[in-house]
């Protein structure tokens, strides 16, 4: 579902710096990581004792000669041959085709079903009818030198899934991303959008929010174009003679509010089975409440060129041959939209690897199979390579060995939809995750050129041990070494000495891929991974996101495929096979105080907003915009911010970074002392430590989105896929819902407090030892 690479870490460098630049700071010093030479001590690896990771480094060594670049290959070519959305008959295929793999290599598996909805459009009309008259195409059409799409009649039409059906006429209104600042800047203005249609290009955002937000303004109907400044022309070639977004070329994609819930939209909360209790499709909180559509920048020109009304400022300027104005009108555009509201199956393919010593400990690996349309790039690039690790595991399984704890590999169904497959398989089994979870690994898709890490914090030491023993294959440093000299050219004097000497940060999660109902609904430890920023991608979500594209412009020899399957794979089998599972809580300690700062930071600088905005006010030195010749409108004063105390957050962080310092401190006596715990003493600190995550769940949930447990890692209320860290607290003070602004710290500290207290008893079966 995301779009690699751009909406999450500092890991698409190559889109904002010369890789030539970036080769060069290679040369600085780096800790010897992959470069071990003869007679130089391995690393030690988190949760193994010297001999048991001598032993590890071997199974992976093993795994690593089984991994091959023409699988992964041969492996797109099929799953990728015909449109496979879920209920498709090639995503069934393609579901069956996955599980007989699976089988033959030794797993057990299963093709688990769920009923979901899934809209498809009976009727799509967009025309202007003032002051000319248009008619939007509304299809891509085929190339001649496309190869791999298969038959253009089995493609989904461009479409918004789960908008509602509408009948509509208004004046347009251009609202740039349309965020709830554009909204703002609008009112500065003086444009007001009710009863009007916006038009908003994609970024800034996850898609659903711009139909959101809009009808929060009154407005009647949404339309979302792709402008060539964000993926087509403006970025390079557009498709086939380059890799980027043509004209006619568009983004399908959802628009259901799953800041409120993924999933299907009809069963929250509780899967979505056959016989499961249903909610009327109108009584369904998710799905929009206006009609939105999205079109090619093909069908947006004419649109566009018809607007009248003040010049857009300069950030709102995209990259077509016009001037962006923001309307309203003169340009009235009629907008149409029926869709089937049909229920479809969805097919997740579930594989087990039984555990010998510690099966009740389960290590998940998913990626969904299911997309838009062919989906050589999201989702099939990265779920090759999860097949890639599931063969590689087989036959070393067929070697004699066994994992220590059992692996689940996972491919999802409907994920494109809003982590349908995912979600509904997570609420099939939730009291079972949250007794026997120790970690899920997500990827989506995969390029090729930096390592894109984002999870747990718990996890950031394994992540970086794995990083640092995986080569790049085009750079031949580890892959670690090679993202910190990436964040490095971007980062700050401060930043580039702790990226120096230390390791590099995981990205907290928000939403967009199928990690999310593990993470932030069952409190389960989560990483999202894969590699990108060299690959030229504007085909997102269109129907020429297919083989052809993907071996010429992504990753044309499959290398980073493998360089996916061994990252996740190291992973699994880390996970799998530590003597004490690999958590360290520093990294997380420091995380939580980081965010706890910043909440403070944000209620700072808000109060001293506030009170410049109403001096301001009272002044009357208000300017003139200096983008238009249009005043701007006569602002309010705004309420000052109360006092606010943050002392229950700081509190719990203080005791948490103890907490975490001491675990630490008392397993590396441990390891120091060359002694293991005995077998039944390592189970009892497993438990305590895959169940840590949990404690920073709260049944009641989040203020007004109950589905959203975790307090410290939530998809934002108006980003959608951007993360919101300590989110009860934080989107209080961005949304001035102060109200109960003590109770919602209150909760946040007690998770936080909770999970010292996890961490805490860790640290007692350490110091017990025997």
């Given at each position: ?41 391995a ?10 990771a ?7 060594t093993r ?12 492996w ?5 041959a ?9 995503g ?13 290599w ?9 009923q ?28 001649p ?5 298969g ?5 989904l ?16 209104v ?32 996850w898609?659903?929010?711009?139909p ?26 557009p ?11 568009a983004?399908?994609?959802s ?12 069963t ?12 009327d499709?109108?009584k ?16 947006a ?15 709102w ?6 001037t ?31 555990g ?19 989906g ?7 779920m090759?390579?999860?097949l890639?690790?599931a ?18 590999y996972?491919?999802?169904?409907a ?46 030491r ?34 580039r ?22 993470l ?10 894969g ?19 993907y ?6 020899t ?5 360089a ?13 096979e530590?003597?004490?599972?690999p958590?360290?809580f ?16 944000l ?7 506030i ?8 002044d ?5 915009a ?12 705004k ?11 700081q509190?719990a ?21 060359g ?15 895959l ?9 009641e ?14 998809p ?15 989107e209080?003070?961005e ?36």
């Amino acid at each position: 579902m995301p779009r690699p690479f751009l909406l999450t870490s500092l890991a698409h460098v190559a889109a904002i710096a010369p890789v030539a630049a970036i080769a060069a700071t290679l040369a600085l010093p780096a800790a010897a990581e992959s470069q071990q030479g003869p007679g130089v001590a391995a690393p030690p690896l988190a949760g193994f004792s010297d001999p048991a990771a001598a032993r590890q480094r071997d199974l992976e060594t093993r795994f690593d000669a089984a991994l091959r670049a023409d699988d992964l290959r041969a492996w797109m070519k099929q799953l990728s041959a015909h449109p496979h959305h879920v209920g498709s008959r090639y995503g069934k295929e393609n579901a069956n085709f996955m599980a007989g793999l699976l089988r033959s290599w030794g797993y057990e598996v299963a093709i688990e079903e769920f009923q979901v909805l899934f809209p498809t459009p009976k009727t799509r009309l967009l025309e202007m009818t003032a002051p000319v008259p248009f008619r939007a195409r509304l299809a891509e059409p085929n190339l001649p030198e496309e190869t791999s799409l298969g038959r253009i009649d089995e493609q989904l039409p461009v479409y918004n899934a789960y908008s509602i059906d509408g009948d509509v006429t208004g004046e347009l209104v251009y609202v740039n991303y349309g965020v709830p600042g554009d909204y703002e800047e609008l009112a500065r203005r003086g444009i007001d959008v009710r009863g009007k249609i916006v038009l908003a290009r994609y970024g800034g955002s996850w898609r659903g929010i711009k139909p959101k937000v809009a009808a929060e303004h009154g407005a009647v109907g949404c339309l979302i174009y792709s402008d060539p400044r964000e993926d087509g022309f403006f970025q390079g070639d557009p498709y086939p003679k380059g890799g980027f977004r043509p004209d006619l070329g568009a983004q399908r994609g959802s628009v259901a509010d799953m800041p409120l819930y993924p999933g299907d939209p009809l069963t929250p909360g509780r899967p979505a089975t056959r016989d499961a209790e249903r909610l009327d499709v109108k009584k369904a909180p998710t799905l929009t409440r206006i009609p939105v559509l999205p079109i090619s920048w093909a069908d947006a020109q004419p649109l566009l060129a018809a607007l009248g009304g003040p010049v857009a400022p300069e950030g709102w300027r995209g990259a077509l041959p016009l001037t962006y104005r923001l309307g309203p009108g003169p340009a009235r555009v009629h907008l149409r939209l029926e869709f089937d509201w049909k229920l479809a199956p969805a097919y997740d393919v579930v594989a087990r690897l039984r555990g010998a010593e510690r099966p009740d400990q389960w290590v998940l690996r998913g990626n969904h199979h299911d997309a838009w349309v062919n989906g050589a790039t999201d989702p099939v690039s990265g779920m090759v390579a999860l097949l890639a690790e599931a063969k590689a595991v087989g036959e070393l399984a067929q070697s004699g060995w066994r994992p220590r704890r059992t692996l689940v590999y996972a491919g999802w169904d409907a994920e494109e939809q809003g982590l349908l497959g995912s979600t509904e398989w997570a609420e099939a089994h939730a009291d079972e995750l949250r007794d026997k979870a120790v970690a899920y690994i997500n990827s989506d898709s995969n390029g090729r050129g930096f390592l894109d890490a984002g999870g747990s914090h718990s996890l950031q030491r394994l992540v970086n041990e794995v990083a640092r023993d995986v080569p790049d294959p085009q750079k031949k440093v580890s892959v670690a070494e090679r993202l910190r000299a990436g964040l490095i050219l971007q980062a700050s004097p401060e930043e580039r000495q702790e990226l120096r000497g230390g390791d590099f940060r995981l990205y907290p999660l928000g939403s967009g891929s199928d990690y999310t109902p593990f993470l932030q609904h069952l409190g389960i430890a989560a990483l999202n991974v894969g590699f990108g920023g060299e690959g030229d991608y504007g085909q997102y979500h269109s129907a020429y996101d297919s083989f052809d594209h993907y071996v010429r412009f992504m990753d044309p020899t499959f290398e980073y495929g493998v360089a996916l399957a061994r990252t996740g794979g190291r992973l699994v089998l880390r996970l799998s096979e530590a003597e004490v599972l690999p958590f360290e809580f520093r990294p997380m300690a420091a995380a939580v105080t980081r965010y706890v700062g910043e909440v403070v930071k944000l209620a700072d600088e808000q109060r001293e907003e506030i009170a410049e905005h109403n001096r301001r006010v009272a002044d009357g030195t208000y300017e003139l915009a200096a983008d238009t010749q249009q005043s701007w409108a006569k602002p309010a004063a705004k309420e000052p911010l109360p006092h606010l105390n943050f002392a229950p957050l700081q509190n719990a962080a203080a005791r948490l970074e103890r907490a975490a310092r001491e675990y630490g401190e008392a397993l590396g006596k441990l390891v120091a002392a060359g002694k293991a715990l005995a077998p039944e003493r390592q189970r009892e600190l497993d438990t305590v430590l895959l169940r840590a995550e949990r404690s920073l769940t709260r049944p009641e949930g989040l203020p007004g989105r109950p589905w959203y447990r975790h307090h410290i890692y939530a998809p934002g209320f108006y980003t959608g896929y951007g993360v919101k860290t300590l989110p009860a607290v934080r989107e209080a003070i961005e949304q001035r819902e102060l109200a109960d602004f003590d109770q919602r710290v209150g909760r946040t500290a007690r998770a936080i407090e909770d999970y010292a207290t996890e961490i805490e008893r860790a640290t007692a079966l350490l110091r017990a030892g025997g």
